[in-house]
């Protein structure tokens, strides 16, 4: 049966859970046929009307009858393109293409075979330090995840979200999430292919000819009766306790006590680094900060999380370092790019005033270019210190 409120409601949820997190992370659709990916297209189109309004190559089709959307399968599937963002497909994006920047895959398909959900789940398992692709999130309207409690796999009790109808897709901070109703337990998915996607099979779309018989069922309401949210750690292991235990562990194994992590944030040359760090041990900061709060500095969110310490935003702490004003012992033009810079913090986080490609994006190429940027402070050392001293400013603790 084809019910239109149904699509309609799942481009809803999907859209709802961007809108939560990131509305530009590359997503993919599966759907059931050639037909389900056009409406479902169209539903997230209107889901989305104000960035498709901006940007007419949000959503795409991407099947084997869409010339339009195969065209735009190389956009899609490079790091650097942003366009398009959401596919919508059937089997085309199953096997064979590598999409290493999907950080959303939406299971609208039934899917039977073990081999073909590894094939899906591993469109996303590409890890991309340098774009900050730490780990990808799955939606599943079709029970399909039922797959990874395989027989074979070792099981034990999950966590469970279960938001009402007007609470937000993404869990909230909790002690921890109650059983499903029937006592049913998930399966640790110890399954190697998921770090590594498994050999590439080609798979048809099929022929619309010998598809079962659709029916069409109109003006019916449509609800979601049960939600629930799973972490997998970096081992590929379930995560059975709350994000915030979990993640205090893990930050109890790397930093001894709140002063040493201090010291190790304060000596890192670059705080990219110490993030990727701290990613490869399982510490799963983006999710993390879905729950605290996203405006949280990643400094703020860890000594918030880890050692219970009062966070501030990274506004609040731009207003401190405007407060203290000593970006007065430098030029005028200096001043400027400093300004610029702690604005940048402010929008964007610390690993982005670290970057040297900084200077070469608004505002601050219509200060001057590269060269004359860090003459206003005299040599390029003299530039490297200022950014220093910035950062030193940023995290003063009171």
């Not at 498709?52 to 650097?80: A, C, M």
Request: glycine share 6%; charged share 30%; with cysteine.
């Amino acid at each position: 049966m084809v019910i239109d409120q149904r699509t309609q409601l799942v481009a809803e949820k999907i859209t709802e859970f961007l809108q939560a997190t990131d509305r530009f992370a590359k997503t993919i659709v599966f759907c059931i046929d050639i037909e389900h990916a056009q409406r479902m297209r169209q539903a997230l189109i209107n889901a989305n009307a104000d960035l498709v309004s901006q940007y007419p190559q949000y959503v795409v089709k991407i099947t084997g009858d869409d010339e339009v959307g195969k065209r735009e399968l190389d956009n899609f599937t490079d790091v650097e393109e942003r366009f398009p963002v959401i596919a919508t497909t059937s089997k085309m994006l199953t096997t064979g293409i590598d999409t290493k920047m999907v950080k959303l895959i939406v299971l609208e398909a039934n899917i039977g075979s073990m081999t073909e959900f590894k094939q899906i789940v591993g469109r996303g398992t590409r890890i991309r330090e340098t774009e900050g692709k730490l780990f990808f999130t799955i939606m599943d309207f079709r029970k399909a995840t039922k797959l990874f409690a395989d027989p074979d796999l070792d099981g034990e009790p999950v966590q469970i979200y279960e938001p009402g109808m007007e609470d937000s897709p993404v869990p909230p901070e909790e002690e921890g999430y109650e059983e499903e109703d029937d006592g049913r337990t998930v399966g640790e998915p110890e399954q190697p292919g998921l770090e590594t996607p498994p050999p590439d099979i080609s798979i048809d779309e099929g022929d619309p000819d010998t598809e079962p018989r659709k029916y069409y069922v109109n003006e019916v309401i449509v609800t979601v009766i049960n939600e629930r949210v799973q972490y997998f750690g970096a081992d590929g292991r379930l995560i059975t306790e709350s994000l915030k235990d979990y993640t205090r562990k893990n930050i109890d194994q790397s930093f001894g006590s709140l002063d040493e992590f201090i010291q190790r944030w304060t000596a890192a040359e670059k705080k990219e680094l110490l993030l990727a760090e701290l990613a490869e041990q399982g510490i799963l900061l983006e999710a993390l900060r879905e729950e605290v709060g996203k405006e949280l500095d990643d400094f703020d969110l860890i000594c918030h999380v880890a050692f219970d310490q009062p966070a501030l935003t990274r506004k609040e702490r731009a207003e401190q370092v405007q407060k203290r004003n000593y970006f007065a012992k430098y030029g005028e033009k200096a001043q400027a790019v400093l300004n610029a810079l702690l604005d940048k913090y402010e929008q964007e986080g610390i690993t982005t005033i670290e970057q040297g490609s900084v200077l070469k994006v608004q505002p601050l190429n219509q200060l001057g270019s590269p060269v004359e940027l860090v003459r206003a402070f005299g040599k390029g050392k003299d530039f490297e210190e200022a950014i220093k001293e910035l950062e030193k400013e940023i995290y003063q603790i009171a």
